[in-house]
């Protein structure tokens, strides 16, 4: 059996997926086996304290409007989650938007690119595919496969190309992955254009493992989003800011959630 502190009252929990937050499920997850599962009352009753089940974009979302990069925000805040995929949190008037199931903010698949490449999710071109590591991973290696003499297969050393090698050398000023990145990007900061334009935030906070990445990804994102936001000389500034909690972000904000709602 499991064994927590004594002082422990309640567990969060963010998971990646369609979580109906009401019922503590997982009904579906686009990039994990899981199928209508009672996450919260499985950990529930195996460790005998309360449990809150979040989305895990929402949870990062939380801890960076509690503790983070969004905390001096009372309005409408947008997290954007940039990591494999894509995720979401919506801070509305001082709450999380969940919408009527749960479901809210589930960003990442909205379809940009129609039959672009194959999503987790069953659909094609959706936006996690061309703007995050797992585009990341596409271009590099096919950038690799087209000359295995580039840096970033160099640093493969005959490893899968994945957005890792492509970070490497784009942080070494490498052309090819600078490129690559400025096109992720690109395709990054259209999607927030298109988001801000039906939220109307007053900030947007970009998160995950590829938002680590800093002014590689979030330059050329926020470049694309000025061209492409309606109306931006007729709007007050909307700032792409880089999360401030880092991968911690989730694991904060469930604790988070958790502490407020059930401790």
């Known amino acids: 059996g499991a064994e927590l502190a004594v002082d422990a009252v309640a567990i969060g929990i963010g998971a990646a997926g369609m979580v109906d937050f009401d019922a503590g499920m997982m009904r579906s997850a686009p990039n994990l086996a899981w199928r209508e ?24 979302a939380w801890g960076e409007f509690r503790y983070g990069a969004a905390r001096e925000f009372d309005q409408v805040v947008l997290v954007v989650t940039v990591g494999t995929g894509i995720g979401g949190g919506i801070i509305a ?15 990442g698949h909205i379809i940009v690119e129609p039959g672009g490449p194959l999503c987790g999710c069953g ?15 596409r271009l590099g290696a096919a950038a690799a496969e087209k000359d295995r003499t580039i840096l970033i297969s160099r640093l493969a050393a005959g490893n899968p190309v994945s957005g890792r090698y492509v970070a490497d050398a784009a942080r070494r000023e490498d052309a090819i992955a600078v ?7 690109r395709r990054l900061g259209e999607g927030i254009a ?39 000389q007729h709007r007050p500034e909307v700032p792409i ?3 401030s909690l880092g991968n911690d972000a989730g694991a904060i904000g469930a604790a988070a959630l958790a502490l407020e709602t059930l401790g």
Request: with cysteine; aromatic share 4%; proline share 5%.
């Open 123 to 137: 659909n094609r071109g959706c936006w996690e595919q061309v703007a995050s590591g797992r585009a990341l991973d």
């Open 93 to 107: 008037d001082g709450h999380l938007f969940r919408g009527a199931h749960g479901f809210g903010a589930e960003i």
């Open 37 to 60: 599962v009672p996450i919260r009352d499985l950990v529930s009753e195996r460790v005998g304290l309360p449990c809150l089940l979040d989305n895990d974009a929402n949870a990062a």
């Open 241 to 243: 800011l880089q999360a």
């Open 179 to 185: 490129g690559i990145f400025e096109e992720v990007g």
């Open 194 to 232: 298109g988001l801000v334009n039906v939220l109307d935030p007053e900030a947007v906070v970009v998160g995950g493992g590829v938002a680590e990445e800093g002014d590689l990804i979030l330059e050329p994102a926020r470049r694309a989003f000025l061209e492409a936001v309606e109306a931006p």
